[in-house]
């Protein structure tokens, strides 16, 4: 009888287990502009997921103090978390901008180092910031990204994607950021065919500047693309965290956009 107790508890422990819970969040100007109180709501928002991409930091010192100001919010809040910054990106230098990884180091661990990628530097303004990170005996590499603005045609940059399996072969990538793009758009098909699949199918993430019939959201622009081969996504979610506020205004102090998340599952 104690045998198979421990068998039971050892198959609920491993299926607990063998999930990662991702965020990835765009924080407009994540800067010396973001209040005390403001870091630390951001900190609760995220405290339950395992790993957070971060868009949009300011590239210069006060971004990168705000990064910080996050992660000691984040240790406040129960679990030990790590994270990685991205120095200011290249690209055509319009507008530089930094990424940042977060992780609770008791679940999962960085392998090497994080790096922006330099492959299409040229071609795409903020180039994105990748990591690889060990949970178990699995890896998994996560493409962070930001795109142009919707008016400078951001699939000019997305189509650029469709090489990132082959030169980064033996990696399990997910794609994952601001893309200023719903899936929908044709940009996309190529990595879809390769069976990389969108976590959200007509999900708004953006904020409006005002609600219009009690309609807060815009457009269809944060997604997270991961591979079916290799994961299963067995649940997701966009948070609504401006419900938490009076007004619309003081939510987008926080940010323009909505945290977008999926627990994801190796195969």
């Given amino acids: 009888m104690r045998k198979l107790l421990f068998v039971i508890f050892l198959l609920i422990y491993c299926v607990g287990w063998s999930q990662i819970r991702f965020c990835s969040w ?3 100007d994540m800067g010396k502009s973001k209040s005390t109180a403001e870091v630390a709501f951001m900190a609760e928002t995220l405290k339950d997921f395992d790993v957070v991409a971060i868009q949009e930091v300011v590239a210069g010192p006060e971004g990168a103090k705000a990064v910080s100001r996050l992660a000691d919010a984040l240790n406040r809040t129960g679990s030990k978390w790590d ?6 990106t290249i690209g055509n230098g ?4 930094r990424y940042a990884f977060f992780w609770k180091t008791a679940v999962i661990a960085i392998k090497g ?3 922006l990628d330099g492959n299409f530097s040229s071609e795409i303004e903020r180039e994105p910031f990748l990591a690889t990170f060990k949970y178990g005996e699995n890896e998994l590499t996560i493409v962070n990204f930001h ?23 033996g990696h ?11 899936q929908s758009h044709t940009v996309f ?10 976590v959200f199918l007509n ?23 991961y591979q079916t081969d290799v994961l299963s996504a067995t649940a997701k979610g966009v948070v609504p965290f401006y419900k938490e506020f009076p007004t619309l205004k003081e939510a987008r102090k926080i940010s323009d956009h909505l945290p977008v998340w999926v627990e994801i599952r190796f195969k």
């Avoid at 950021?177 to 719903?182: E, I, Q, R, S």
């Fill in 94 to 97: 319009q507008k530089r901008e």
């Fill in 113 to 115: 180092k994080a790096w």
């Fill in 83 to 88: 994270y990685r910054m991205s120095e200011p």
């Fill in 172 to 182: 399990n990538l997910v794609f994952a950021g601001d893309f200023n793009c719903p």
């Fill in 147 to 169: 795109a142009i603005t919707k008016k400078l045609q951001p699939e000019r940059e997305i189509k650029y994607f469709r090489f990132y399996p082959e030169k980064y072969r």
């Fill in 203 to 225: 999900a708004k993430t953006t904020l409006r500047t005002k609600c219009i019939g009690g309609d807060c959201l815009a457009s269809e622009f944060d997604n997270i693309f």
């Fill in 26 to 28: 765009n924080l407009c």
């Fill in 189 to 198: 098909n190529p990595i879809k065919k390769m069976r990389y699949n969108p």
